[in-house]
């Protein structure tokens, strides 16, 4: 009689990348951490776009590439990311990677502000306070620093009172009607 011969051992578990020094998510190396980002990212994973665009925008563990920023930023700000709809409008407002377009500034900035990035609702108030890809207008201007000071940016304070310096008493009380 044949006895049966053992099942084939199984193949040892892949270690995992060594935890940080208080336990927890595992740490990666750059390169595995890129290669991770660049997977998710081509899958389509807004958050992964973003962060790879931002890696790329500031020249963080890869080659400073405004084109590859811009690339990244556009996927993630397609589907709707506020962070990259903001990285994105910059790019447009300095002419990173991208033709300098104010106007494409300012409607990702307005996007990107609509969800309540207070950045974005800063910047959209510059822009309507020096009338670069929006009409000038105080009192828009004046509401979108309100919004973004609510949002805790204090700078957007120094903003919203330079600007309230600049308007008819009228203008400034319709902004503080619109702020309120």
């Known amino acids: 009689m044949n006895t049966p011969s053992p099942p084939p051992a199984a193949p040892a578990p892949t270690p995992l990348p060594q935890s940080g020094a208080q336990g927890g998510a595992p740490v990666l190396s750059d390169e595995s951490?890129?290669?991770?980002?660049?997977?998710?990212?081509?899958?389509?994973?807004?958050?992964?776009?973003?962060?790879?665009?931002?890696?790329?925008?500031?020249?963080?563990?890869?080659?400073?590439?405004?084109?590859e920023a811009f690339?990244?930023?556009?996927?993630?700000?397609?589907?709707?990311?506020?962070?990259?709809?903001?990285d994105l409008a910059t790019l447009y407002l300095e002419g990173?990677?991208?033709?300098?377009?104010?106007d494409l500034a300012a409607f990702w900035f307005e996007k990107a502000a609509?969800?309540?990035?207070s950045k974005a609702q800063n910047n959209l108030g510059i822009?309507?306070?020096?009338?670069?890809?929006?009409?000038?207008?105080?009192?828009?201007?004046?509401?979108?620093?309100?919004?973004?000071?609510?949002?805790?940016?204090?700078?957007?304070?120094?903003?919203?009172e330079m600007a309230?310096?600049?308007?008819?008493?009228?203008?400034l009380t319709a902004a503080r009607q619109l702020s309120a």
């Open 114 to 117: 609509q969800q309540g990035d």
């Open 96 to 102: 990173l990677g991208v033709v300098e377009d104010p």
């Open 33 to 67: 951490y890129y290669t991770a980002l660049i997977t998710l990212a081509d899958w389509g994973d807004a958050k992964a776009q973003h962060n790879l665009g931002a890696l790329f925008l500031e020249g963080v563990e890869v080659q400073q590439d405004y084109a």
């Open 71 to 86: 690339k990244w930023h556009s996927l993630a700000a397609a589907q709707g990311m506020a962070l990259a709809q903001h």
């Open 164 to 171: 309230a310096q600049e308007m008819t008493a009228e203008q």
């Open 127 to 160: 822009l309507y306070a020096t009338g670069q890809g929006r009409p000038l207008d105080l009192v828009q201007a004046y509401q979108w620093f309100s919004r973004a000071a609510a949002g805790g940016l204090w700078d957007a304070l120094d903003n919203r």
